[in-house]
C-alpha cells in the first residue's frame, strides 16, 4: 500500500544521536511505514549531549509517536524518561522510546535484536562460550541477551579493561561465568574452546582495519559476528579468509528495528521489506 502523503495528521517518529547523519534506521522505519500505509514519518535528528534534556522535553511536547536512542545517549536518557523494561533496567540502556498519552516509556530492543538475528542465523547461544570484543552500551545488550539465551560463559576484552571488568561483574551468575582478559593472554586451549566471537566495538564503524585477533586459532566451527551493519569490515574478511563463518550487524540492525516498530505501531513489523530497504541502503552507502 502506498504510504499517504505529509498531511496535518501525519505522525512524527525518529532517532536521536550526535553524529546521526550516517544512520539506517530513517531507511529501514520509512519503508515499512510506507509498506504498511501508515500515516506516519520518521526522521533522524542530531540532538547534542548538552541539549538532551531540553531536546527530550521537545519531542514530548510535540506529540512524537515514539524514537529511538542511539550513541552517545541510550544511557544518560534512562533518568529523562517515565518508565523503563526490564530490558532496559538489566542494560541500564534504552534505544527506543514510546509515547503513551504524554508518559515516555524506555525500552531496549538490541537485546531482542541481537538474540533473534543469530537465531534466524541458526547460531546455538545455549552453552556456547563466547569472546566478546567491547564493553559499552552494545556490548551490555549483548550480555544480557546472552544471558537469557543460556550462553555458559564469556570473556571480555577491552581496550579499556576496567569496564570489561565492571561488566563481567554485573551480569555474572553461577550458570553465566563471566571474565575479562587480555587477547594476548589467551592461551591456545582457550581460544580453540571459544564457539562465538563477538566484535561489539566501533573497530571497524569506519573502515579501520581491525587488531589483534589470532583468526587461525579459532576451531572451525567458531562463528564471528560483527554487530557493525556493513558487509566488509576487516573483521569480518578476516574470518571468511581463515575459513570461519561471518555475520555482520544487519541482522540486529534489522530485528532491533523490526521491535521497535511493532512497540510503536502494535502492527507486525514487514521484515522483508525492511530487510531488503536496509540492503539496498548498505549498497548505496
Ligand atoms: P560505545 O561507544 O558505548 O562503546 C564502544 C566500544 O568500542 C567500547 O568498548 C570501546 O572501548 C571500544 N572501542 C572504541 N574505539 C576503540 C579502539 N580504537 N580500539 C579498541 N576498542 C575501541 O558504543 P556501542 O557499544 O553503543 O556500539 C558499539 C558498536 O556496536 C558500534 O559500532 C555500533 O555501530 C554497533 N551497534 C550495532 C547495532 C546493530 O543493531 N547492529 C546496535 C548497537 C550498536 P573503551 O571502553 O576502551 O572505550
Given at each position: 500500500m502506498a504510504q499517504p502523503s505529509i498531511s496535518a495528521a501525519t505522525r512524527l517518529a525518529c532517532v536521536i544521536g550526535d553524529p546521526i547523519r550516517h544512520s539506517l534506521s530513517p531507511t529501514l522505519h520509512n519503508a515499512a511505514f510506507r509498506h504498511l500505509g501508515i500515516d506516519a514519518v520518521y526522521v533522524a535528528l542530531q540532538i547534542r549531549p548538552a541539549d538532551l534534556r531540553t531536546g527530550i522535553a521537545g519531542l514530548r511536547s510535540i506529540g512524537v509517536m515514539g524514537f529511538n536512542v542511539t550513541v552517545p545517549h541510550k544511557e544518560r536518557i534512562v533518568p529523562l524518561l517515565d518508565s523503563v523494561s526490564a530490558a532496559a533496567k538489566a542494560t541500564g540502556a534504552v534505544n527506543t522510546v514510546v509515547n503513551r498519552?504524554?508518559?515516555?516509556?524506555?525500552?531496549?530492543?538490541?537485546?531482542?535484536?541481537?538474540?533473534?538475528a543469530l537465531g534466524e542465523a541458526r547460531v546455538e547461544l545455549q552453552g556456547a562460550r563466547v569472546l566478546l570484543m567491547g564493553a559499552g552500551g552494545a556490548s551490555r545488550a549483548v550480555m544480557a541477551a546472552l544471558a537469557q539465551g543460556g550462553a555458559r560463559s564469556v570473556t571480555i576484552a577491552?581496550?579499556?579493561?576496567?569496564?570489561?571488568?565492571?561488566?563481567?561483574?554485573?551480569?555474572?551468575?553461577?550458570?553465566?561465568?563471566?571474565?575479562?582478559?587480555r587477547?594476548?593472554?589467551?592461551?591456545?586451549?582457550?581460544?580453540e574452546s571459544i564457539d562465538l566471537v563477538i566484535n561489539a566495538t566501533s573497530v571497524g564503524l569506519l573502515g579501520e582495519s581491525y587488531f589483534e585477533l589470532p583468526f587461525e586459532a579459532f576451531k572451525k566451527s567458531c562463528v564471528f559476528y560483527d554487530l557493525i551493519p556493513r558487509v566488509q569490515t576487516d573483521f569480518l574478511t578476516q574470518a571468511k579468509r581463515t575459513r570461519h563463518r561471518a555475520l555482520d550487524g544487519l541482522g540486529m540492525l534489522l530485528h532491533q528495528g523490526a521491535a521497535a516498530f511493532e512497540?510503536?505501531?502494535?502492527?507486525?513489523?514487514?521484515?522483508?521489506?525492511?530487510?531488503?530497504?536496509?540492503?539496498?541502503?548498505?549498497?548505496?552507502?
Open positions: 498519552n504524554g508518559k515516555l516509556h524506555g525500552e531496549n530492543t538490541d537485546v531482542i535484536g541481537f538474540a533473534r577491552n581496550r579499556t579493561p576496567r569496564r570489561a571488568t565492571t561488566l563481567a561483574k554485573q551480569f555474572c551468575t553461577r550458570q553465566f561465568e563471566c571474565s575479562n582478559a587477547i594476548d593472554r589467551l592461551t591456545a586451549t582457550e581460544l512497540i510503536w505501531t502494535g502492527q507486525t513489523a514487514p521484515l522483508t521489506i525492511m530487510r531488503t530497504a536496509l540492503r539496498r541502503a548498505i549498497r548505496i552507502h
